[in-house]
């Protein structure tokens, strides 16, 4: 067994895990026979996988042939008379019934091929996926959005503009079968997305880092602000409310946190404190007297579930009358980590 001590070196506490045994045998196969594997892989499959590979080194003999063997033994198993190939069922039906047809079918059977090419636009970012469709016809943008998985075609759909979106996902919802025309249609349309997929622009999160830079401005932090506002009121309220992250409550006095919470009605914590990080619950509940804590903790059991949208809703909400107490001069906010001396 690899010493734990060592960084990157693998441990193995017996026998390497299945997702270990996955990594040992493409790292075993070469460059280009594992780039055709990962080809293959969701998105999150190749970053769990590649990140064990990543951190690999010093595998010993036995560890590679006992995976190498598992992998043999699983494969002389599944490759048994269960089905043909699909490369098998092509070449078949190709000779019984010509290209065009065997294709068809092939599609109905396995799905189409575009969908490994759609995998790998996993990789590109929301905003820019809905800036290449967005000229496209509303049932072209349907197809493309159909073969993304839901969370990112969600994203997408949420880039498109606003007042085409139910159109778009209407016609989601009423594709059944696509044909042949649309499918090579949608081929095309990817094919010039991954041609570009490497000239995509870098995103910035520009309201958050202008937020980061003035919680660190040193003097007259309101003043800039201010300034900022007589130019551009509507970024400065989205900077403000990045400067004003719930999190920040993390990292302030308990005496801060006590005014805070005598500011606040305990049924707002007890909704905006639902999924907080750690950090943030310990933070208020710590501040609070026992029997306040207690009283808090029955009234979250008693509430249930909340709906996301109220949770931020009513965190908003409570940044803003912490907003309040620090422009009146009530409290002084630590607005970033700021490390320090004992």
């Known amino acids: ?41 969701s998105r999150e499959e190749l970053l769990e996988v590649t990140q064990v590979m990543s951190r690999m080194s010093g595998i010993k003999v036995e560890t590679v042939k006992h995976s ?33 047809i065997a294709n068809s079918v092939l599609n109905t059977i396995y799905g189409d091929a575009i969908r490994p090419k759609m995998a790998r636009l996993q990789w590109a970012s929301p905003k820019w996926l809905a800036e290449r469709i967005v000229h496209e016809h509303v049932r072209m943008q ?8 839901p969370a990112l075609a969600g994203d997408v759909v949420d880039a498109l503009p606003e007042e085409s979106r139910d159109l778009v996902l209407l016609n989601v919802a009423r594709l059944n079968e696509i044909d042949r025309e649309l499918l090579e249609e949608l081929d095309e349309v990817v094919d010039r997305c991954l041609e570009s997929l490497g000239l995509q622009s870098a995103s910035v999160e520009g309201v958050r880092q202008a937020a ?19 130019r551009d009121p509507e970024v400065v309220s989205e900077i403000e409310v990045s400067m004003y992250d719930f999190f920040i ?5 308990e005496a801060n946190i006590i005014r805070i919470i005598e500011e606040v009605p305990l049924e707002q914590w007890a909704i905006a404190l639902k999924g907080a990080e750690p950090a943030v619950r310990n933070a208020v509940l710590q501040s609070m007297p026992r029997r306040q804590a207690q009283t808090f903790e029955d009234t979250m059991r008693r509430m249930g579930p909340v709906p996301i949208s109220r949770i931020e809703q009513t965190r908003r909400e409570i940044m803003d009358a912490v907003k309040g ?12 980590a700021e490390a320090v001396v004992e």
């Open 1 to 41: 067994m690899a010493d734990p001590n060592k960084p990157g070196e693998l441990v193995v506490p017996g026998k390497p895990s299945p997702l270990e045994q996955a990594a040992i045998v493409l790292l075993s196969m070469g460059e280009e026979p594992a780039a055709a594997v990962l080809r293959c892989f």
């Open 68 to 100: 190498l063997q598992s992998f043999f033994d699983d494969y002389r198993e599944q490759s048994g008379v269960h089905g043909a190939s699909r490369s098998y069922l092509k070449r078949s039906l190709d000779l019984a019934l010509g290209a065009d």
């Open 142 to 149: 349907a197809v493309f959005l159909a073969f993304l998985p």
């Open 212 to 230: 980061e830079i003035l919680n660190r401005l040193p003097g007259n932090r309101q003043q800039m602000v201010e300034l900022l506002r007589a």
């Open 249 to 253: 409550l993390s990292r302030q006095s």
């Open 325 to 336: 107490l620090a422009d009146a001069g009530e409290i002084e906010i630590q607005l970033f």
